[in-house]
């Protein structure tokens, strides 16, 4: 389903798009539309490709001082099973 949207957008930004629409025989909305799916599309992609690099980085590890992992093993319940 499909639905009308209002929006305000940069004169200069617009008139390029509309050109750019006609070049490629598209209707604006279908311009926007394909944009808005292919940054959507890229900022998903981003943010796995982000969680994906933080494991890669660290080769699984996390470099703590040794007084941060003191803490943490004087955490209770740290050694039961």
């Known amino acids: ?9 940069d004169e200069e930004l617009l008139v390029k798009a509309k050109q750019v629409a006609v070049s490629h025989n598209l209707s604006l909305s279908q311009l926007f539309e394909d944009a808005l799916r292919m940054y959507l599309l890229s900022v998903v992609s981003n943010k796995e490709k982000r969680k ?30």
């Open 1 to 9: 389903m499909k639905k009308k949207v209002g929006t305000i957008l």
């Open 52 to 81: 994906r690099n933080i494991s890669q980085k660290t080769r699984g590890s996390m470099p703590v001082s040794r007084s941060v992992l003191d803490s943490i093993m004087q955490e209770e319940g740290v050694y039961e099973i």
